[in-house]
Structure formats: C-alpha cells, structure tokens
C-alpha cells in the first residue's frame, strides 16, 4: 500500500505473472509495445468525486459500453517516458514530473480533469517497482510506460465533456529504436495535410493528432521515405515537427529548433536538448525555419546537420529531404557530430554513464 495526495493505491498482485523463463524469452526481443508487464494502474475520477479507487492491478482487457464517450468524440490523452536500468543496477525514470505537467496541460485542452502530480509520479513508481523485474539489463533497452486517460461516461450526449474519466497506466519492456546501428532516416514535407493550426491541439498529447496524421506517413511511404514533416497550416512553409518528433537544425555551432507556437508539442527530449546544448558549449536557440532556408543551408553548406527527437528514438538523424519538385541530401547524409554528440550525452545521462548535473534523473528503486 503507498499514498500519495490523499489517494491509497490498492495493491492486487497478479496470480498468472509470466514465469522468469518467459519473461527472459520476450525480453530477448522486446520490440517496441509488443509485450507488457503483468501489472497496470488504474485510478477512476467522477464529477462531484474527483479521484478515488487508486489501485495497481493485474494487466487485463478493458470491459466498456458501446456508447462510451472516449469512442465517439475521441476525448483521451496520453504520455510517453522510459524507466532505465542504470549502470549501477538502480532504476530510474527521466524528468517524469516534466511528463506530468505535460500530462496536466493536455488535459486542460482536452476539457479533462487534471491529475495531481505527485500522484502521477507515484503512480509510475508503484508500477516499475512492481514488475522492476521487467525493466531490460540488456544495453540501450528499456521500459517504456504509457500513462493515458479516456473518457468513460456512457451516452451519446455531445453537448458537454465526459462526467467520468479513468486513468491507467501500462508497461512494455522496449528494444534500442536502431537495432542495427543509427540510420539517418529520409523524410517528406507534407503540403497537402496539416497536423495543427493555431488554437486546435497540436500541443496536446491526444490521439486525434496521431490518428490524421497517418494519411500523410502513408503519403511519404509511398514517395519513398520514411517520415513525414509537417509544415504550418496558412503558408505550408515554415517547418514544425517530423512525425511525432521535434526537429532541431545545426548550423555548425548553432541549434535552432522551431518555436512553441501553439501547435507543437512541447517535447520532453527537446526541452532536454535545448539546456544540454547549451552546457555543451552550443548556442541552442527556439525560432523559425522555413522550407527555403532549409534547402539553401544545405546547397550553402551553412546547415550541416538536422536531427529529430523524441522519447522511443531519443534522436534521430535526418539525411534527405523529398517534396513533389525533388529533393535534397543534408551534408553528407550521414549522422553528424553534433546529432551523436548530444545523442550520447543524454542517453548516457540516462543511463548513468554520465554525470546528472540537473538532476533530471528520478531514482525509483
């Protein structure tokens, strides 16, 4: 039993946990949120209430109505964070009350109620201590944890949010993103679609931005690369993000990464990025990139190297840039020394390789 915030989290042990000799077998290959632990947390919240039946349960199915809300009108959020196994053998988790009040602003957004964040944090904490058993020795492997929240109030009602929420919490053991080394990825700018304009919910974590942006991967699927990037809704040509991911531009010593404009998400990793750079001895900046800038820096030589970054990949070199008037090759298309530089700075802070001097690093066992 631990409290947090007034709330006591039942604890019900599963009765079928995988053995050790199935969970070395998955472990061998995990993938990427292909397996989950043995355990979830699940928390309720219901108007007049708030939340309550705080409780840490075996890993089951959902049982709900048809006509729950978060079917028909899409009202759910989501996070992303890793729990590492250090060097050491302790385990961590990465800055999770910066995901914590990034949880709390989508849900602001999206008309739902906030989680406190200590207990989104203790939450997190109960379920890697649980099944630390999961969390991969193997290097460059990790836990992935996905917090998420969906409306679950029963009718077909659109006229107000949801009176009932239920928040859970669930774990996949999670394979290194480049299993045969790190590959510059070649991406397509997208000027048909638009992910997010101004006053809609691009900074939001939600699964609506996911699910309309998969029309546009498919596009840049079939032209040949392997992500696509978005540009602004009115011009179609200052640049935001690659996929889910946020994009940075090196101009040999200068970061500039595009600015939080309302349709962004404020990424974690790029938050990270942004101060790692600049103790680095980088000047990291926020501001704007456009379509021509980009291709000419590269023609000029002046942008040398452009990378994207998130939770699963941490960073992601980009090496080619593909729209329907051709294209163009970033330096040489091959990972640059900044990319790598920060790239190995930050996994080795979270992995305790390197030293923490921000104290970004949350011991939870």
């Known amino acids: 039993m631990t409290t947090a ?51 840490l349960v075996p890993y089951q199915p959902l049982t709900l109505d048809p006509a729950t809300s978060v079917f028909h009108y899409g009202q759910e959020l989501f996070e992303g964070l890793k729990a590492y196994r250090q060097a050491n053998g302790s385990i961590v988790m990465f800055r999770p009350y910066a995901n914590a009040a990034r949880f709390n602003s989508s849900a602001r957004r999206m008309a739902m109620p906030e989680l406190p964040e200590d207990v989104f944090v203790e939450s997190l904490e109960l379920l890697v201590q649980t099944d630390k058993e999961w969390v991969p020795t193997t290097e460059g492997h990790s836990l992935y944890l996905r917090p998420f929240m969906i409306a679950t109030e029963v009718g077909l009602g659109v006229n107000h949010p949801s009176k009932s929420y239920k928040y859970i919490v669930i774990a996949s053991p999670a394979a290194s993103y480049f299993a045969g080394g790190i590959k510059p990825v070649t991406v397509w700018l997208s000027k048909e679609y638009t992910r997010a ?55 040999g010593d200068r970061l500039v990464t595009p600015a939080l404009t309302g349709t962004l998400l404020p990424g974690v990793t790029r938050d990270s990025l942004l101060k790692l750079a600049g103790d680095l001895g980088y000047l990291a900046e926020e501001g704007k990139i456009s379509v021509d800038l980009w291709r000419a820096g590269c023609e000029s030589g002046e942008l040398t190297e452009v990378f994207a970054c998130g939770t699963a990949a941490v960073i ?37 390789t390197r030293p923490d001097t921000r104290d970004w690093v949350h011991k939870v066992c």
């Not at 077998?25 to 007049?48: K, S």
């Not at 931005?209 to 990037?229: L, W």
């Not at 163009?328 to 080795?348: A, K, N, Q, S, Y």
Request: charge should be negative; include cysteine; proline fraction near 4%.
């Open 316 to 352: 992601t070199p980009v090496g080619a840039v593909k729209d329907e008037t051709g294209g163009w090759t970033i330096g040489d298309g091959t990972p640059g020394p900044v990319t790598m530089r920060l790239r190995e700075e930050l996994v080795g802070i979270q992995y305790g």
């Open 5 to 55: 915030h007034r709330l006591t989290f039942d604890v019900q042990l599963s009765d079928h946990a995988r053995t050790p000799e199935e969970r070395e077998r998955v472990l061998a290959n995990p993938g990427f949120g292909r397996h989950f632990t043995d355990h979830m947390i699940v928390i309720e919240w219901t108007e007049g209430r708030g939340w309550h039946d705080a409780r």
């Open 197 to 251: 304009a101004p006053g809609g919910t691009g900074f939001a974590k939600c699964g609506g931005n996911y699910g309309a942006a998969f029309v546009a991967q498919q596009q840049a699927v079939e032209n040949g690369c392997d992500q696509v990037v978005w540009l602004d809704a009115f011009e179609h040509r200052w640049v935001e993000e690659m996929g889910g991911m946020n994009l940075f531009f090196v101009f």
